[in-house]
């Protein structure tokens, strides 16, 4: 519920930031459109634009592939703040 | 000629000149295939989102160039051969934004590159830093701020 309320308000936020293009390499701006679990949030939540998920979505599976952002957290394997090795 | 972006990554059981000789022979390989390095990005020493044939811990290097797209294959070949290698990322800059995207990143690692060649992990560290805890908060701050704007 409290998830729900936190999205109501839906606007593209990259829309209203004019991102053009996403670079895969600063994972602090994916953060956004990743969830606790690191899967990538879905549109009715975010409210992103589909052109901008569409880009966000292929840059997160090319972070995932040069191993900045986790495929799977499990409970067995639970990476403590992953994103603290940008340190 | 099209741009290209590779990010590579070096296994962390190196000793520095191990790793930069890697990174020269990954850069011979592109060049010996007709390709004309734009710029290099060192990322330096980071962890593994997961662990890659059992390394916790990578070398990271970015590489900008230019090069027939016939040539990929190639290169991409000689890097699977290539056992300094944990991991490699090719990524293709075609469309006419993408390559004003590539143009501004190779512009961003030159003038990282410039103070200190090779050696440019520090740029990196305090503007990731600050983002992943500030990314949460401001998105719940601006709703009803919308909101307000909405009423009024």
């Known amino acids: 519920m409290s998830e729900k309320r936190k999205y109501k308000k839906r606007y593209c936020k990259y829309c209203e930031a004019k991102v053009d293009f996403m670079d895969y390499k600063d994972v602090a701006n994916l953060r956004f459109s990743l969830s606790e679990r690191y899967k990538i949030m879905p549109r009715r939540l975010t409210g992103n634009c589909k052109r901008h998920q569409d880009m966000i979505s292929t840059v997160i599976k090319r972070a995932r592939a040069a191993a900045f952002v986790p495929y799977v957290v499990t409970r067995k394997k639970v990476i403590t703040a992953p994103f603290e090795n940008l340190r | ?152």
């Open chain 2, 1 to 152: 000629m099209r741009n290209y972006e590779n990010l590579v990554i070096v296994k962390p059981t190196f000793t520095a000149e191990e790793i930069a000789a890697a990174v020269k022979n990954v850069e011979e390989i592109i060049t010996s295939n007709g390709g004309e390095i734009a710029a290099t990005d060192a990322m330096g020493m980071r962890k593994l989102a997961y662990p890659i044939e059992k390394s916790e811990r990578g070398y990271y290097h970015v590489i900008y160039y230019s090069v027939e797209p016939s040539a990929i294959a190639e290169i991409e070949r000689r890097f699977r051969i290539n056992e300094d290698l944990l991991r490699f990322v090719t990524i293709k800059y075609s469309t006419n934004r993408e390559v004003t995207a590539w143009n501004s990143l190779v512009e961003k690692a030159k003038k990282a590159a410039a103070p200190v060649k090779e050696e440019t992990p520090v740029e990196e560290a305090p503007k990731t830093e600050e983002a992943p805890k500030t990314e949460e908060a401001p998105k719940t701050e601006e709703a009803p701020k919308t909101e307000e704007a909405a009423a009024e």
